[in-house]
Protein backbone atom coordinates (compact mmCIF):
# COMPACT_ATOMS: atom_id res chain seq x y z
CA UNK A 1 0.00 0.00 0.00
CA UNK A 2 1.84 3.50 -0.72
CA UNK A 3 1.81 6.17 1.25
CA UNK A 4 -0.65 8.51 -0.51
CA UNK A 5 -3.02 5.88 -0.32
CA UNK A 6 -2.56 5.37 2.95
CA UNK A 7 -3.09 9.10 3.58
CA UNK A 8 -6.28 8.98 1.88
CA UNK A 9 -7.64 6.56 4.26
CA UNK A 10 -6.52 7.92 7.28
CA UNK A 11 -8.40 11.50 6.27
CA UNK A 12 -11.46 8.90 7.37
CA UNK A 13 -10.53 7.82 10.54
CA UNK A 14 -11.63 9.68 13.78
CA UNK A 15 -8.64 12.26 15.44
CA UNK A 16 -9.78 11.65 18.31
CA UNK A 17 -10.09 7.93 19.14
CA UNK A 18 -8.85 6.47 15.46
CA UNK A 19 -12.35 4.66 15.03
CA UNK A 20 -14.00 5.35 11.42
CA UNK A 21 -15.94 8.32 10.59
CA UNK A 22 -19.50 7.52 9.09
CA UNK A 23 -22.44 9.18 7.69
CA UNK A 24 -24.99 9.07 10.98
CA UNK A 25 -28.10 8.87 9.62
CA UNK A 26 -30.67 9.80 11.91
CA UNK A 27 -28.53 13.16 13.24
CA UNK A 28 -27.66 13.97 9.54
CA UNK A 29 -24.21 14.75 9.97
CA UNK A 30 -20.91 12.89 9.59
CA UNK A 31 -19.56 11.39 12.80
CA UNK A 32 -16.91 9.03 14.29
CA UNK A 33 -18.93 5.49 14.39
CA UNK A 34 -17.11 5.07 17.96
CA UNK A 35 -16.99 8.27 19.78
CA UNK A 36 -19.44 10.24 18.19
CA UNK A 37 -17.36 13.37 17.29
CA UNK A 38 -18.90 15.18 14.53
CA UNK A 39 -16.69 15.66 11.62
CA UNK A 40 -17.09 17.79 8.54
CA UNK A 41 -16.78 16.52 4.62
CA UNK A 42 -13.19 16.43 3.43
CA UNK A 43 -14.04 18.19 -0.16
CA UNK A 44 -12.23 20.04 -2.74
CA UNK A 45 -14.51 22.46 -3.55
CA UNK A 46 -17.31 24.51 -1.79
CA UNK A 47 -20.79 23.55 -4.38
CA UNK A 48 -21.62 21.14 -6.49
CA UNK A 49 -20.64 21.85 -10.59
CA UNK A 50 -21.90 21.60 -13.73
CA UNK A 51 -19.47 20.52 -16.36
CA UNK A 52 -20.15 21.63 -19.83
CA UNK A 53 -21.33 18.33 -21.94
CA UNK A 54 -18.63 19.51 -25.03
CA UNK A 55 -15.78 18.82 -21.89
CA UNK A 56 -16.91 15.40 -21.16
CA UNK A 57 -14.86 12.78 -23.05
CA UNK A 58 -11.62 14.54 -22.00
CA UNK A 59 -12.77 14.74 -18.35
CA UNK A 60 -13.91 10.80 -18.49
CA UNK A 61 -9.95 9.94 -19.49
CA UNK A 62 -7.71 12.17 -17.33
CA UNK A 63 -9.28 9.94 -13.63
CA UNK A 64 -10.98 7.28 -12.13
CA UNK A 65 -14.44 7.39 -10.45
CA UNK A 66 -13.54 6.34 -6.81
CA UNK A 67 -9.42 6.60 -6.17
CA UNK A 68 -9.85 5.86 -2.51
CA UNK A 69 -11.25 2.33 -2.90
CA UNK A 70 -11.51 -0.97 -4.67
CA UNK A 71 -13.71 -2.35 -7.57
CA UNK A 72 -15.33 -5.04 -7.25
CA UNK A 73 -17.03 -6.83 -10.41
CA UNK A 74 -20.14 -8.96 -10.39
CA UNK A 75 -20.01 -11.67 -13.05
CA UNK A 76 -23.43 -12.39 -12.66
CA UNK A 77 -24.68 -8.61 -14.23
CA UNK A 78 -21.38 -6.68 -14.78
CA UNK A 79 -21.64 -4.42 -12.32
CA UNK A 80 -18.98 -2.34 -10.78
CA UNK A 81 -19.32 -1.94 -6.82
CA UNK A 82 -17.13 0.39 -4.75
CA UNK A 83 -16.17 -0.96 -2.06
CA UNK A 84 -13.96 1.11 0.27
CA UNK A 85 -11.32 -0.44 3.20
CA UNK A 86 -13.94 -0.60 6.18
CA UNK A 87 -17.00 -2.51 3.95
CA UNK A 88 -16.96 -6.07 2.32
CA UNK A 89 -19.26 -7.32 -0.29
CA UNK A 90 -20.24 -10.70 -0.53
CA UNK A 91 -23.22 -10.78 -2.62
CA UNK A 92 -23.82 -8.08 -5.74
CA UNK A 93 -26.83 -5.59 -4.45
CA UNK A 94 -27.96 -5.33 -7.64
CA UNK A 95 -28.40 -9.18 -8.51
CA UNK A 96 -27.87 -11.45 -5.81
CA UNK A 97 -24.73 -12.79 -7.41
CA UNK A 98 -21.86 -14.33 -5.31
CA UNK A 99 -19.47 -14.46 -8.36
CA UNK A 100 -17.47 -11.20 -7.20
CA UNK A 101 -13.76 -10.22 -8.23
CA UNK A 102 -11.60 -7.58 -7.22
CA UNK A 103 -11.32 -5.67 -10.61
CA UNK A 104 -8.57 -3.31 -11.77
CA UNK A 105 -10.56 0.53 -12.17
CA UNK A 106 -11.37 2.05 -15.64
CA UNK A 107 -10.78 5.83 -16.16
CA UNK A 108 -13.79 7.72 -15.43
CA UNK A 109 -15.50 10.77 -14.12
CA UNK A 110 -15.70 11.26 -10.33
CA UNK A 111 -18.63 12.04 -8.44
CA UNK A 112 -19.87 15.73 -8.10
CA UNK A 113 -22.35 15.51 -5.51
CA UNK A 114 -24.34 13.05 -3.10
CA UNK A 115 -27.33 12.63 -1.90
CA UNK A 116 -26.79 11.49 1.69
CA UNK A 117 -28.84 8.90 3.13
CA UNK A 118 -32.02 10.08 5.37
CA UNK A 119 -33.95 6.64 5.18
CA UNK A 120 -32.02 4.73 7.93
CA UNK A 121 -31.81 0.41 7.57
CA UNK A 122 -35.06 0.19 9.83
CA UNK A 123 -37.48 2.64 8.13
CA UNK A 124 -36.57 0.94 4.91
CA UNK A 125 -37.33 -2.66 6.23
CA UNK A 126 -40.43 -1.47 7.74
CA UNK A 127 -41.36 0.37 3.98
CA UNK A 128 -40.39 -2.49 2.45
CA UNK A 129 -42.47 -5.18 4.92
CA UNK A 130 -45.63 -3.17 4.36
CA UNK A 131 -44.94 -2.98 0.68
CA UNK A 132 -45.04 -6.85 0.25
CA UNK A 133 -48.11 -7.61 2.34
CA UNK A 134 -49.70 -5.07 0.04
CA UNK A 135 -48.88 -8.07 -2.32
CA UNK A 136 -51.85 -9.90 -2.27
CA UNK A 137 -50.84 -11.58 -5.56
CA UNK A 138 -47.65 -13.22 -4.73
CA UNK A 139 -46.46 -16.16 -3.86
CA UNK A 140 -46.60 -17.01 -0.07
CA UNK A 141 -42.64 -18.60 -0.59
CA UNK A 142 -41.38 -15.24 -3.02
CA UNK A 143 -42.99 -13.61 0.29
CA UNK A 144 -40.82 -15.21 2.65
CA UNK A 145 -37.74 -15.29 0.53
CA UNK A 146 -38.45 -11.22 0.10
CA UNK A 147 -38.68 -10.80 3.91
CA UNK A 148 -35.56 -12.56 4.43
CA UNK A 149 -33.08 -10.78 1.88
CA UNK A 150 -30.71 -8.39 3.63
CA UNK A 151 -31.04 -4.68 3.02
CA UNK A 152 -27.83 -3.48 1.36
CA UNK A 153 -27.09 0.54 1.43
CA UNK A 154 -25.54 1.23 -1.46
CA UNK A 155 -25.47 4.72 -3.82
CA UNK A 156 -26.60 4.27 -7.42
CA UNK A 157 -24.82 6.67 -10.14
CA UNK A 158 -26.81 9.16 -11.91
CA UNK A 159 -25.88 12.07 -14.51
CA UNK A 160 -28.24 14.84 -14.26
CA UNK A 161 -28.39 17.38 -16.73
CA UNK A 162 -28.67 21.17 -17.44
CA UNK A 163 -29.99 22.64 -20.57
CA UNK A 164 -31.25 26.07 -22.20
CA UNK A 165 -32.95 26.08 -25.35
CA UNK A 166 -34.91 27.58 -27.74
CA UNK A 167 -36.59 25.60 -30.70
CA UNK A 168 -38.61 26.69 -33.70
CA UNK A 169 -42.07 24.74 -34.41
CA UNK A 170 -43.91 23.77 -37.32
CA UNK A 171 -47.69 22.59 -37.53
CA UNK A 172 -51.33 23.81 -37.58
CA UNK A 173 -54.26 25.21 -35.32
CA UNK A 174 -57.56 24.27 -35.36
CA UNK A 175 -60.87 25.79 -35.12
CA UNK A 176 -64.46 24.27 -34.88
CA UNK A 177 -66.90 25.67 -36.87
CA UNK A 178 -70.75 24.49 -37.02
CA UNK A 179 -72.27 24.14 -40.71
CA UNK A 180 -75.61 22.95 -41.90
CA UNK A 181 -75.73 20.78 -44.68
CA UNK A 182 -78.09 20.60 -47.28
CA UNK A 183 -80.41 18.22 -45.12
CA UNK A 184 -80.79 20.99 -42.50
CA UNK A 185 -78.60 19.52 -40.07
CA UNK A 186 -75.44 20.84 -38.40
CA UNK A 187 -72.41 19.25 -38.12
CA UNK A 188 -68.94 20.17 -36.99
CA UNK A 189 -66.51 20.62 -39.03
CA UNK A 190 -62.50 21.44 -38.35
CA UNK A 191 -60.22 24.04 -40.20
CA UNK A 192 -57.07 24.08 -40.00
CA UNK A 193 -54.40 26.67 -40.66
CA UNK A 194 -50.69 26.41 -40.84
CA UNK A 195 -48.66 27.65 -37.73
CA UNK A 196 -44.76 28.39 -36.81
CA UNK A 197 -43.26 29.92 -34.09
CA UNK A 198 -40.50 29.99 -31.44
CA UNK A 199 -40.74 28.32 -27.62
CA UNK A 200 -38.12 27.66 -25.42
CA UNK A 201 -37.12 26.57 -21.79
CA UNK A 202 -34.66 25.90 -18.98
CA UNK A 203 -34.31 22.80 -17.33
CA UNK A 204 -32.61 22.10 -14.24
CA UNK A 205 -31.30 18.41 -13.35
CA UNK A 206 -32.81 15.98 -15.50
CA UNK A 207 -32.04 12.55 -13.68
CA UNK A 208 -30.92 9.59 -15.71
CA UNK A 209 -29.65 6.60 -14.18
CA UNK A 210 -26.29 5.13 -15.06
CA UNK A 211 -26.51 1.62 -13.44
CA UNK A 212 -26.16 -1.75 -14.97
CA UNK A 213 -29.48 -1.84 -17.26
CA UNK A 214 -31.17 -4.40 -15.65
CA UNK A 215 -31.06 -2.21 -12.37
CA UNK A 216 -32.47 0.52 -14.53
CA UNK A 217 -35.83 -0.92 -14.17
CA UNK A 218 -36.57 -1.09 -10.58
CA UNK A 219 -34.62 2.36 -10.20
CA UNK A 220 -37.51 4.27 -12.16
CA UNK A 221 -39.89 2.65 -9.57
CA UNK A 222 -38.52 4.98 -6.78
CA UNK A 223 -37.82 7.59 -8.65
CA UNK A 224 -37.82 11.01 -8.13
CA UNK A 225 -34.85 12.10 -5.79
CA UNK A 226 -34.96 15.60 -5.01
CA UNK A 227 -31.43 16.52 -6.44
CA UNK A 228 -32.21 19.95 -6.76
CA UNK A 229 -31.90 21.19 -3.36
CA UNK A 230 -30.41 18.01 -1.81
CA UNK A 231 -27.35 17.46 -3.16
CA UNK A 232 -24.19 17.85 -1.37
CA UNK A 233 -20.45 18.00 -2.98
CA UNK A 234 -18.92 14.96 -2.52
CA UNK A 235 -16.61 13.47 -0.17
CA UNK A 236 -15.39 9.85 0.19
CA UNK A 237 -16.80 9.97 3.99
CA UNK A 238 -20.40 10.03 2.62
CA UNK A 239 -19.55 6.14 1.18
CA UNK A 240 -18.21 4.71 4.72
CA UNK A 241 -20.35 1.35 5.45
CA UNK A 242 -22.37 2.08 2.18
CA UNK A 243 -21.31 0.54 -1.63
CA UNK A 244 -21.36 2.85 -4.88
CA UNK A 245 -21.88 1.15 -8.21
CA UNK A 246 -19.53 2.97 -10.87
CA UNK A 247 -21.64 3.97 -13.70
CA UNK A 248 -22.21 1.60 -16.47
CA UNK A 249 -23.51 4.16 -18.81
CA UNK A 250 -21.54 6.96 -19.82
CA UNK A 251 -22.81 10.45 -20.18
CA UNK A 252 -22.38 10.76 -23.82
CA UNK A 253 -25.17 7.80 -24.35
CA UNK A 254 -27.48 9.45 -21.11
CA UNK A 255 -27.89 12.67 -22.56
CA UNK A 256 -30.06 10.86 -25.44
CA UNK A 257 -32.57 10.24 -22.95
CA UNK A 258 -32.45 13.74 -21.28
CA UNK A 259 -32.70 14.96 -25.23
CA UNK A 260 -35.78 12.90 -25.65
CA UNK A 261 -37.15 14.90 -22.44
CA UNK A 262 -36.35 18.30 -23.90
CA UNK A 263 -37.75 17.01 -27.48
CA UNK A 264 -40.89 15.65 -25.79
CA UNK A 265 -41.48 19.07 -23.13
CA UNK A 266 -40.87 21.43 -25.99
CA UNK A 267 -43.12 19.67 -28.35
CA UNK A 268 -45.29 20.04 -25.60
CA UNK A 269 -44.71 23.59 -25.13
CA UNK A 270 -45.16 24.50 -28.69
CA UNK A 271 -48.80 22.70 -28.69
CA UNK A 272 -49.33 25.31 -25.55
CA UNK A 273 -48.36 28.29 -27.61
CA UNK A 274 -50.78 27.38 -30.63
CA UNK A 275 -53.86 27.02 -28.03
CA UNK A 276 -52.53 30.16 -26.31
CA UNK A 277 -53.01 32.02 -30.29
CA UNK A 278 -56.99 31.27 -30.14
CA UNK A 279 -57.12 28.06 -31.78
CA UNK A 280 -59.24 25.25 -30.05
CA UNK A 281 -56.95 22.46 -31.25
CA UNK A 282 -53.26 22.30 -32.25
CA UNK A 283 -51.21 19.60 -34.01
CA UNK A 284 -47.29 20.05 -33.62
CA UNK A 285 -45.54 18.19 -37.14
CA UNK A 286 -41.56 19.66 -36.31
CA UNK A 287 -39.91 20.93 -33.73
CA UNK A 288 -36.03 21.84 -34.02
CA UNK A 289 -34.22 22.26 -30.68
CA UNK A 290 -31.26 24.43 -30.54
CA UNK A 291 -28.88 23.90 -27.32
CA UNK A 292 -27.42 27.01 -26.10
CA UNK A 293 -26.33 25.52 -22.94
CA UNK A 294 -26.24 22.10 -22.01
CA UNK A 295 -24.03 21.11 -18.71
CA UNK A 296 -24.02 18.02 -16.59
CA UNK A 297 -22.85 16.47 -13.10
CA UNK A 298 -22.41 12.76 -11.92
CA UNK A 299 -24.12 12.16 -8.88
CA UNK A 300 -24.84 9.25 -6.51
CA UNK A 301 -28.48 8.57 -4.71
CA UNK A 302 -28.90 6.60 -1.74
CA UNK A 303 -30.38 3.27 -1.84
CA UNK A 304 -31.19 0.00 -0.10
CA UNK A 305 -31.24 -2.94 -1.94
CA UNK A 306 -31.86 -6.54 -1.75
CA UNK A 307 -31.40 -9.05 -4.58
CA UNK A 308 -32.18 -12.95 -4.58
CA UNK A 309 -32.91 -15.77 -6.93
CA UNK A 310 -36.48 -17.73 -6.15
CA UNK A 311 -37.48 -20.49 -8.41
CA UNK A 312 -34.34 -20.25 -10.51
CA UNK A 313 -35.41 -16.70 -11.09
CA UNK A 314 -33.78 -13.12 -10.25
CA UNK A 315 -35.90 -10.92 -8.44
CA UNK A 316 -34.41 -7.53 -6.88
CA UNK A 317 -35.97 -4.75 -5.22
CA UNK A 318 -34.72 -0.97 -4.08
CA UNK A 319 -36.25 1.88 -1.36
CA UNK A 320 -35.28 4.87 -2.06
CA UNK A 321 -32.55 6.22 0.60
CA UNK A 322 -34.23 9.44 0.38
CA UNK A 323 -37.95 9.03 0.49
CA UNK A 324 -38.47 5.66 1.70
CA UNK A 325 -40.95 4.72 -1.16
CA UNK A 326 -40.50 0.76 -2.38
CA UNK A 327 -40.07 -0.64 -6.06
CA UNK A 328 -39.64 -4.06 -6.94
CA UNK A 329 -39.81 -7.04 -8.90
CA UNK A 330 -42.15 -10.45 -8.48
CA UNK A 331 -43.49 -13.40 -10.04
CA UNK A 332 -47.71 -13.23 -10.31
CA UNK A 333 -49.22 -16.31 -8.46
CA UNK A 334 -51.58 -17.68 -10.99
CA UNK A 335 -54.20 -19.11 -8.43
CA UNK A 336 -54.43 -16.37 -6.41
CA UNK A 337 -55.19 -14.31 -9.65
CA UNK A 338 -57.69 -16.94 -11.06
CA UNK A 339 -59.42 -16.98 -7.29
CA UNK A 340 -59.96 -13.17 -7.44
CA UNK A 341 -61.73 -13.03 -11.06
CA UNK A 342 -63.48 -15.47 -9.39
CA UNK A 343 -64.35 -13.39 -6.33
CA UNK A 344 -64.94 -9.91 -8.07
CA UNK A 345 -64.75 -8.23 -11.53
CA UNK A 346 -62.90 -5.51 -10.26
CA UNK A 347 -59.98 -7.03 -8.93
CA UNK A 348 -60.05 -8.95 -12.34
CA UNK A 349 -59.70 -5.98 -14.23
CA UNK A 350 -57.05 -5.06 -11.62
CA UNK A 351 -55.37 -7.72 -12.47
CA UNK A 352 -54.87 -7.58 -15.81
CA UNK A 353 -53.91 -3.53 -14.94
CA UNK A 354 -51.39 -5.01 -13.34
CA UNK A 355 -50.69 -7.86 -15.65
CA UNK A 356 -50.06 -5.94 -18.48
CA UNK A 357 -47.20 -4.17 -17.13
CA UNK A 358 -46.60 -1.08 -19.52
CA UNK A 359 -46.54 2.21 -17.62
CA UNK A 360 -49.47 4.35 -18.58
CA UNK A 361 -48.46 6.49 -21.24
CA UNK A 362 -47.75 10.20 -20.14
CA UNK A 363 -50.10 12.50 -22.15
CA UNK A 364 -48.24 15.22 -23.78
CA UNK A 365 -47.85 18.27 -21.78
CA UNK A 366 -47.23 16.97 -18.41
CA UNK A 367 -43.73 16.56 -18.66
CA UNK A 368 -42.77 19.29 -16.16
CA UNK A 369 -39.47 20.12 -15.00
CA UNK A 370 -39.40 17.88 -11.67
CA UNK A 371 -41.27 15.01 -13.10
CA UNK A 372 -38.69 14.88 -16.35
CA UNK A 373 -36.89 11.92 -14.71
CA UNK A 374 -35.73 8.93 -17.06
CA UNK A 375 -34.09 6.16 -16.65
CA UNK A 376 -33.04 4.24 -19.98
CA UNK A 377 -31.81 1.15 -21.19
CA UNK A 378 -32.66 -2.65 -22.42
CA UNK A 379 -34.69 -3.98 -19.46
CA UNK A 380 -34.04 -7.51 -18.80
CA UNK A 381 -36.83 -7.10 -16.10
CA UNK A 382 -40.27 -7.97 -16.07
CA UNK A 383 -42.70 -4.83 -16.07
CA UNK A 384 -44.35 -3.38 -13.76
CA UNK A 385 -45.28 -0.22 -12.12
CA UNK A 386 -46.51 -0.66 -8.49
CA UNK A 387 -44.97 1.53 -6.09
CA UNK A 388 -45.46 2.22 -2.29
CA UNK A 389 -46.06 5.98 -1.25
ZN1 LIG B 1 -13.70 8.77 17.56
ZN1 LIG C 1 -24.58 -8.48 -10.03
Known sequence: MDTQYREQIDRQLCANCGGTIKWNIAKQRLECASCRTPYQAETTVDKVEEHEFADYTRREGERVSFPETTIIACE??????????????TVCPMCGSTQLLEARQEAGVPPDGVVPFRIDRE???????KWVKSRWFAPNRLKQAYQAGKLQGMYLPFWTFDAEVTSRYWGSGGTQHHVRDR??????EVRWRPVSGQVGGSYDDLQVCAAQNSASQVVEKVLPYNTVENTTPFSPSYLSGF????????ATQAVDSAQAQIQADQESRAEGEILSRGYSLARVDRVEVCYHRLTYKHVLLPAWTSAFSYKGKRYMYIINGESGKVGGQRPYSVPKILAAVGVAAAAFAAAVLLLSGEPAPRPVGEASQQEAVV???EFAWQAWDETLN
Do not use: M, W
Request: with cysteine; proline share 3%; glycine share 10%.
Open 76 to 89: GCGAQIAVDAHTTA
Open 123 to 129: TAQQNFS
Open 183 to 188: DGKTRT
Open 243 to 250: LAERYAIP
Open 375 to 377: CQG
